[in-house]
């Protein structure tokens, strides 16, 4: 899978290409956990093209959430298709990773 | 429509069941648009044989998994059954508390079995002759079963 990384002004953008189940969430979690440490206010992840995401992907998303409620800075999501955003809201990941239909909605939050 | 093999539980053979359940769909001409609780549910159930299974059997656990495909009435029934050789574990019986509003009050585990329960129809567990042995099952929605599928 790979993953884009980039700066939007005082916001880092990520966004995970393809699938994120098992064998990807390690190395997705060190991104996601890199952008954190590096976001002035916040992280967002952008979902547009991530197709598959499992349990062992949302522990990626969980651990770094985590992380940013330590440090102070916003971590949610954005533009998740339908599959992936049925699992945010089954496993109620949705009301611990904001979710926003835009990369803008979710900077402007 | 039912197909089976054996493959050890290793978390390295994740890619090759998914590839597995890939062909498979694609043979019964069965819905992409629905195949995705099916691939979820399928690397939830083997990464918990390939990483608590292996743990309490001090070893590789042996996996027989199965693919099927029912009609029933007019729609038809897709079911995923893994048995495996670790000691007993009915994952049914986990306590899952996602309850948690912040992220320091999510609890990491659980999410798998709670995802399963929910978006599966039927989940049926028994340890039988010394394996664990858990089916889940979840009907198609008819409007996207191709007619091969279902006869006339």
Redesign the interface.
Known sequence: MEIITRTEGRFIIVEPCGRL???EASATQLDFEQAVERAEAGVVVDCASLS?V???G??AF??A??A???KGVS?SACSLGS?VAS?FT????D???PIFDSISEATAA | MTESFELLAETNRLGFLQEKLQSWWCEQELPEAQKFPFELVLEELFVNVATHGNQQLGGICTLTISFGCERIDSNCRVSLALEDNAPPFNPLDAEIDLSGDRPAEKPIGGLGIHLTKTLMDNIDYAFLNGCNQITVSKVLWREEIPQAVLGD
């Open positions: 189940g098992f064998d598959y499992s349990p062992a949302l522990r969980l651990v959430a985590k940013a409620e330590t971590f599959d699992v089954i496993s109620g990941f009301r611990i990773v």
